[in-house]
């Protein structure tokens, strides 16, 4: 075992997003499934090696916002 290494968001702009990512629940996140993303606070999350988004100090899920 061992655990999933995350580095930060290289992708400056838009983004691809998917169910998977953290983003897709977050407030911050413009999210176009399909398309490309964006997120308002500049992608302060981390990504897996595959590009999902896993964690990130920001998030703020959805059902919170008013
Ligand atoms: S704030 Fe973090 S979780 Fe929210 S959209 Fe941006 S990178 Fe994703």
Same mark, same amino acid.
């Given at each position: 075992?061992?655990? +999933?290494?995350?580095? #930060? +968001?290289?992708?400056?702009?838009?983004?691809? +997003? !998917?169910?998977?990512? *953290?983003?897709?629940?977050?407030?911050?996140?413009?999210?176009?499934?399909?398309? *490309?993303?964006?997120?308002? &606070?500049?992608? #302060?999350?981390?990504?897996? /090696?595959?590009?999902?988004? &896993? /964690?990130?100090?920001?998030?703020? #899920?959805? !059902? &919170? /916002?008013?």
């Amino acid at each position: 075992m061992h655990e +999933i290494e995350l580095s #930060p +968001i290289t992708s400056g702009g838009l983004k691809s +997003i !998917s169910d998977d990512d *953290l983003c897709s629940r977050c407030l911050h996140c413009n999210y176009k499934p399909g398309e *490309l993303s964006s997120c308002s &606070q500049g992608w #302060p999350g981390m990504e897996d /090696a595959d590009g999902y988004v &896993q /964690a990130c100090w920001n998030w703020t #899920p959805r !059902s &919170q /916002a008013k």
